[in-house]
């Protein structure tokens, strides 16, 4: 079993920033992707960025150039810098984890979420 802890959500003004968190423990596994999701509501979960265990990033086209994904392996976190924060980034974030385990079997995981809202 994999647990992830998600933090650093809130409210913060248009053009502001804010840095989540979010980390993974357990045990007998490896991470081979982590990533942060958000819900917006009555929207569906989508892709905001995502980190390889090498390092390879992917970012949602609407984030590009404005957010972060960053890791520390030691540490089995992964980080998200959120700058220049728009209303329309409102949404509950929740981090995801593929982990692998020594028996060959592998699983995704979510964290519980963390609200972030975007507004004056």
């Known amino acids: 079993q994999v647990q992830l802890v998600e933090s650093g959500g809130g409210l913060v003004q248009p053009g502001g920033s804010l840095r989540l968190s979010c980390a993974a423990s357990?045990?007998?596994?490896?991470?081979?992707?982590m990533g942060w999701y958000r819900q917006a509501p009555g929207k569906q979960r989508e892709l905001v960025a995502s980190i390889t265990s090498g390092g390879i990033t992917n970012y949602a086209d609407s984030v590009k150039g404005r957010f972060t994904i960053s890791k520390d392996n030691a540490k089995n976190t992964v980080y998200l810098q959120m700058n220049s924060l728009k209303p329309e980034d409102t949404a509950v974030y929740y981090c995801n984890a593929h982990a692998t385990f020594s028996s060959g079997s592998s699983r995704f995981y979510w964290g519980q979420g963390t609200p972030v809202t975007v507004s004056f």
């Open positions: 357990g045990s007998a596994f490896r991470i081979a992707v």
